[in-house]
């Protein structure tokens, strides 16, 4: 098997930067985690929150601190660093080689989506944003590693594009629809998904948009390491 990992996100329209932040890290007992938070507000204001809720997520993380335990301290942290006046969702997909599994934590009212045995399961029980009090606790589920195993984390932009048209994104439908394509593309799911989002919106986002797909996939015989990424400059 090998893991695979595709984001895609965009800024709300007309503004200078994308408040959402999204950033890769090595575990250094084995494996991946993908970090992704939403700042409350919008732009660089929004960006800032985001930022400081990502950095401390990450270093924690590649101390070999666990996952559970790095979203609390960001938490802690906000909510100290800021004294509890903003707000920021945070979500961490985690390849973990130790145990052999993908773990999942949220702190986002907006679901993930988990993809087992070819279903769609939809993780959603209650889930808070941080910054605001202490202890705030993470949702977590942690599944054993297999073949064709899924999962979606995405911001509230993605969730409600073309809300404000009357014709909001269905997540959850679409990516029943790309289960039922042959063959089944995850590398692509984030961009079609993006892309989906924008034509809802007409290509004027009204919220800062993110996705990001973790995938366990066949392998492909070879022992490579491959990381890319894409931006505009």
Excluded at 72 to 81: F, G, K
Excluded at 104 to 125: F, K, Q
Aim: aromatic letters at 4%; glycine letters at 6%; a negative charge.
């Amino acid at each position: 098997m090998e893991a695979f990992i595709t984001a895609a996100k965009i800024g709300k329209y007309a503004t200078s930067e994308s408040g959402d932040t999204l950033e890769i890290v090595e575990r250094p007992g084995g494996g991946i985690s993908v970090v992704l938070a939403d700042g409350q507000r919008s732009g660089r204001s929004a960006k800032a929150i985001s930022n400081i809720v990502v950095r401390k997520t990450l270093s924690l993380l590649a101390e070999g601190v666990r996952d559970g335990a790095a979203a609390r301290a960001a938490s802690d942290y906000l909510y100290t660093y800021r004294a509890g006046q903003v707000l920021s969702t945070l979500n961490i997909l985690s390849i973990d080689l130790q145990s052999q599994s993908l773990v999942i934590t949220r702190n986002n009212p907006e679901p993930v989506l988990l993809i087992r045995d070819g279903s769609i399961h939809l993780l959603n029980d209650d889930s808070r944003a941080i910054g605001t009090v202490r202890e705030i606790r993470p949702s977590i589920i942690e599944v054993p590693l297999e073949p064709w195993l899924i999962a979606i984390a995405f911001t509230d932009g993605l969730a409600y594009a073309g809300d404000c048209k009357g014709k909001r994104m269905d997540v959850p439908g679409f990516i029943e629809s790309k289960l039922n394509e042959d063959p089944i593309t995850p590398a692509m799911w984030a961009e079609d998904l993006l892309s989906c989002a924008l034509n809802l919106e007409d290509d004027r986002p009204c919220d800062d948009i993110s996705v990001v797909v973790v995938a366990i996939i066949p392998n492909r015989q070879d022992d490579i390491r491959r990381v890319q990424a894409r931006m505009p400059i």
